[in-house]
């Protein structure tokens, strides 16, 4: 196999999720695009290197001059309560759903997701000097309920406390989607359901 196969396999390889197939079907889609095309891709890479930052406060990419992002920046934004996520997405999805008005913090991974030296990759230090300089009442950790999530979860309470925070800590609800069967729902979502019930 060539060189520049073999380089541009391996730099897909280390996206979230792509395995060495996937990788290779990416390098062998962009083998077969015109050379137009390419060039739009490598000039989309390169604008995002230069224009994109990351905010020095929640962790979110974001567009701008600011070291800080619109939301961050937003006065309309309720200060007091702070969402933990797991990663932009989760950021993006929650926004999306335009039913929280509050801040964010980017935790940037789950504990089971990353190897054991690689645990120090997680913004626990980042997030409790933000709650030392901050005065939330409430703290919601928005992580997925995966045993990764939930085993990160329970770290980044234990670190949350640890700081003196006095304020609540919740989670998000668990239980049975809107649409779902409760014949086809499992013995854990169902404990959720009823543990959440209103």
């Known amino acids: 196999m060539s060189s520049s196969i073999e380089k541009l396999k391996e730099i897909f390889r280390k996206f979230p999720t792509v395995g060495h ?8 889609y ?19 290197q230069k224009n994109v930052k990351i905010c020095q406060m929640c962790f979110n990419p974001f567009e701008g001059q600011e070291l800080i992002c619109p939301i961050c920046q937003n006065p309309a934004r309720n200060k007091n309560i702070l969402c933990v996520v797991e990663k932009e997405a989760d950021l993006q999805s929650i926004e999306n759903a335009k039913r929280y008005n509050g801040l964010y913090f980017v935790l940037g991974g789950t ?5 054991k030296e690689d645990i120090s990759k997680l913004r626990i230090e980042e997030l409790k000097n933000r709650i030392n ?13 995966t045993p990764e999530g939930i085993a990160t ?12 925070f006095s304020g609540k800590i919740t989670h998000l609800a668990r239980g049975i989607p809107t649409g779902g069967e409760l014949e086809y729902t499992d013995d854990e979502t169902l404990q959720s359901a009823f543990e959440g019930r209103k």
């Open 21 to 28: 197939r996937t990788a290779m079907r990416f390098v062998y």
């Open 133 to 145: 300089k901050s005065s939330f009442s409430e703290i919601i950790l928005a992580l997925n309920p």
């Open 153 to 164: 979860s329970v770290l980044t309470e234990r670190n949350i406390r640890e700081t003196g």
């Open 111 to 115: 504990l089971l997701m990353m190897r």
């Open 30 to 48: 962009l083998a077969k695009q015109p050379k137009e095309d390419i060039n739009e891709l490598v000039t989309a890479i390169l604008q995002l």
